[in-house]
């Protein structure tokens, strides 16, 4: 399997603008998470869908942030608008739970996203 | 809302020194995972803990969970340069069909050779 694939993995964009990020987890994977990773706050989770359905989304920050997972094997999050502040390394993860409560995270290689 | 601190925040040691990191959670966990991230990579899963006091082995590297299901500890005796990274500890709650899995901000090793 190729990973969790995320793109773009750079974007550098304008205060004001909209910015989406994009996430393909592994197949077979029914869990999917966004985290944020900033020096201060470290990684930050966001939101997580359970079989494309969000589970928690008490980590997104405010109204401009908004998530979506049209399908198992894809998801979405978006920025709008942008500002500074949102500046960070996004990464997308998807898991498997095998039994239980339990199931290791594959983290894709991250979106970097600059505002300025 | 459930909080997991690490420390220390930053560590440095001589290559063959050993290291260690430590977790602390304000609830109890169902389980602890640990995973290392390399100078601009991504997260990547070391180990999972489930057990009261388990303690597990991956050659240089120790995990414990304590007894209480709080608290984690990650040792690397005899660092090299290749264990270069960032140490974060990640729980998840006990109880209920919670399956947030909520990170420490993570311990820094530079390792000087």
């Known amino acids: 399997d190729a990973g969790v694939i995320q793109s773009p993995r750079h974007e550098v964009t304008e205060m004001g603008q909209e910015v989406t990020l994009r996430c393909k987890p592994i197949?077979?994977?029914?869990?999917l998470f966004w985290y944020r990773q900033t020096m201060m706050r470290g990684l930050e989770l966001l939101i997580y869908f359970n079989n494309n359905v969000p589970i928690d989304d008490s980590g997104m920050p405010e109204d401009r942030f908004s998530a979506k997972m049209p399908n198992a094997s894809f998801s979405t999050l978006k920025i709008q608008p942008s500002e500074p502040r949102d500046s960070a390394v996004y990464f997308c993860a998807s898991s498997s739970p095998v039994t239980g409560n339990t199931g290791e995270l594959f983290f894709g290689e991250g979106s970097r996203l600059t505002v300025l | 809302g459930q909080q997991v601190m690490q420390i220390p925040q930053y560590q440095h040691v001589q290559e063959g020194e050993d290291f260690t990191t430590y977790c602390n959670s304000s609830?109890?966990?169902?389980?602890i995972q640990w995973y290392k991230q390399r100078p601009g990579g991504h997260p990547v899963f070391l180990i999972q803990?489930?057990?009261?006091?388990e303690v597990k082995k991956q050659k240089r590297l120790t995990f414990q969970f304590g007894e209480a299901k709080k608290n984690s500890s990650l040792h690397i005796t005899a660092t090299q340069t290749t264990d270069v990274g960032t140490y974060f500890c990640a729980g998840r709650g006990s109880g209920g069909s919670n399956y947030k899995l909520t990170f420490g901000k993570g311990t820094l090793l530079t390792v000087n050779p």
């Open positions: 609830t109890t966990l169902s389980n």
């Open positions: 803990l489930v057990k009261s006091g």
């Open positions: 197949s077979g994977h029914d869990y």
